[in-house]
């Protein structure tokens, strides 16, 4: 594999903030620049730490940008329950 692109993952994750962007177009305006703007910071990071990681070259590097991919995972998913919760 040459390049972050040909990474089922990185393919996943800019499909899942395209994705992101529909569902937070749904929020009420009052959520602009507070969850939407979290939430699509959130999923945006998650490719994109993916691509640095694969960029830098050397294992260790590309183990811990893929660690802060999924802790960014594990955010926008909280994220996304309180977005299920009924005030929303």
């Not at 990071?45 to 590097?61: F, H, K, L, M, V």
């Amino acid at each position: 594999m040459k390049r972050y692109r040909d990474l089922i993952v990185w393919q996943k994750g800019v499909d899942m903030v395209v994705g992101i962007y529909d569902v937070t177009r749904l929020l009420p305006d009052e959520e602009k620049w507070g969850l939407v703007s979290q939430m699509r910071r959130c999923a945006i990071s998650i490719p994109s730490n993916i691509a640095e990681g694969y960029g830098r070259g050397a294992t260790r590097d590309y183990s811990r940008f893929l660690k802060i991919a999924a802790g960014s995972c594990n955010e926008l998913e909280t994220q996304l329950e309180i977005c299920a919760l009924p005030r929303f």
